[in-house]
């Protein structure tokens, strides 16, 4: 499955954005989604992961009550809308897609979206 992440850029601390990854080549629904984000100088870390019918989603407990994953499987598409942005939130933002379940491994990457966060 190929991935197109889009969406990001600079925005004031307390802002919002909303990140789309818009997915082509396989069937969708075969698999769950997630996105990921990687810091300057830091390991990736992941941000939210969502179930094939995007019913069932586990946040990075960083970003709980401001960031909602979502998916629509009928556009072939996924969703990370961002609230209240903090400084810590920049970095590079990354879908993923994994066959089956969202705790398996993600072989499909998109080419990340930068979100750059101001204080």
């Known amino acids: 499955v190929q991935l197109q992440a889009s969406g990001g850029g600079l925005v004031q601390a307390g802002g919002s954005l909303r990140l789309s990854c818009a997915a082509s080549?396989?069937?969708?629904?075969?698999?769950?989604m997630g996105w990921f984000r990687q810091a300057p100088g830091k390991e990736r870390e992941v941000v939210v992961a969502?179930?094939?019918?995007?019913?069932?989603?586990n946040y990075a407990d960083s970003v709980k009550g401001r960031f909602t994953g979502s998916r629509d499987n009928a556009k072939n598409a996924v969703y990370l809308e961002m609230k209240s942005l903090k400084p810590e939130d920049t970095g590079v933002y990354y879908c993923a897609a994994a066959r089956g379940s969202w705790s398996g491994r993600y072989d499909y990457w998109g080419q990340g979206t930068q979100v750059t966060v101001s204080s």
């Open positions: 080549g396989r069937t969708f629904s075969d698999y769950a």
């Open positions: 969502i179930s094939r019918t995007g019913l069932y989603t």
